[in-house]
Structures are given as C-alpha cells and as structure tokens.
C-alpha cells in the first residue's frame, strides 16, 4: 500500500558506465518528489523563502533494489509518513513501471529549522493540522513495518 506521488522518466544524465542510474540520481529523483509533499505541507522552497522556516534532512536510509536504465519509467510512492513537533519521517519507493519491481527506497528522517536562526522550532498549529489530517486520510496505505528509524519520533 502506498501513496503515489509522481512518475519520472529516467535521463541520459543520470546514466553512469555501468549502463544504468547512478546511484546519486536515486536520490536526486526522491529529493524532487519529496518536495511535492512538502508543499502540502506547505514547508517547500516557496515557504522557506517567505517563513524562513523549512526542513533538513539529518538522517537518510537508501536500498537500491533493481536497477533502472536510460528510458525507462518509474513511479515515486509515499509509503510511509509521521511527525512529531520538530520532525518529519517519511519512507518513499520507486517502482519501474513496465515490470513492477521495486527499484529503490529511501527513508529519511527531517527536522523542521528556523533558517534566521539555524536552529530546529517547531511546527506551527497549521502545519500540524495539515499534516495530522493527511495522515489520517492515508493511514490505511502506510506500511510501517521494517523502518529504520522507528522510533525516533518523540511523541
């Protein structure tokens, strides 16, 4: 179960000599697609340049399952995502379209800053209510089981 997020055709530049994705554009293409959610959430780019408030990664888990060549078409999932006050865990998969095997997941741990400060804050009642009530209305497509960073949410 997941939440599809986006689809994206793998480039030429993203090729390396072995004949298939380098492994930087894994997550390059999870990094694009994150910020699709993130401005549900309204923390993308546009936020942080008008709040001065956004999210940095300090944790990432990536497996790179099957690999993935010039041409071919994937599908970025949601499938998984929670929060506490300060941080955001979420879990994303890549499928290859035309065999349906996973090519790639990443799990990322983020924390949400004050970027006049540089220091982590927490999330604005907004913010909350906006990601709570996502939840809620995907709870049934998250799979959390085998996370690595179950339980680094504080809640």
Do not use: C, P
């Not at 996370?147 to 949410?153: D, I, R, T």
């Amino acid at each position: 179960m997941s939440v599809h997020i986006s689809d994206q055709t793998i480039k030429k530049e993203w090729i390396d000599y072995n004949n298939h994705m380098n492994m930087a554009y894994y997550v390059l293409i999870f990094d694009d697609v994150w910020e699709i959610i993130l401005n549900k959430f309204k923390m993308g780019g546009n936020s942080a340049k008008s709040t001065n408030m956004s999210t940095m990664v300090v944790e990432t888990h990536t497996t790179y399952n099957s690999e993935v060549k010039l041409g071919d078409e994937v599908e970025i999932n949601l499938t998984f995502f929670d929060h506490d006050k300060k941080r955001l865990h979420y879990k994303m998969e890549m499928i290859e379209k035309s065999s349906k095997k996973l090519s790639a997941t990443l799990e990322m741990l983020s924390l949400y800053i004050d970027l006049k400060k540089r220091k982590v804050a927490e999330f604005e009642k907004e913010k909350i209510d906006i990601m709570d009530n996502f939840i809620t209305t995907n709870k049934n497509k998250f799979e959390s089981k085998n996370l690595v960073f179950a339980g680094k949410l504080k809640k």
